[in-house]
């Protein structure tokens, strides 16, 4: 694949993360929930976080699990955008 990066700021640094994401991925969903919860205890806890994407009248859910909470933050909304774009309409241009 094409290697490609890109920077953003906003409201934190899972903020910005996501608005990052979206000028790589050319797409812009709204978050509507997103929930961080413990699923093991201790020092190196896993945390598992839940988003709620709606891109246009669809609403998409991810989730990711990591010890570091910005990667499972990744993981989940990654997850979300490409759930969203194996429903999104596809055009096919035909011709030569």
Do not use: W
């Amino acid at each position: 694949g094409i290697e490609r990066e890109a920077s953003a700021s906003g409201n934190g640094q899972i903020d910005a993360l996501f608005k990052a994401i979206d000028r790589l991925v050319g797409r812009h969903c709204e978050l509507e929930a997103f929930h961080v919860d413990a699923v093991s205890p201790g020092e190196d806890a896993q945390g598992q976080v839940t988003v709620h994407l709606r891109c246009g009248t669809q609403v998409y859910n991810g989730r990711g699990v990591a010890t570091d909470v910005i990667e499972a933050s990744i993981r989940a909304y990654l997850m979300a955008l490409n759930r969203a774009a194996l429903t999104a309409p596809v055009s096919v241009s035909g011709g030569e």
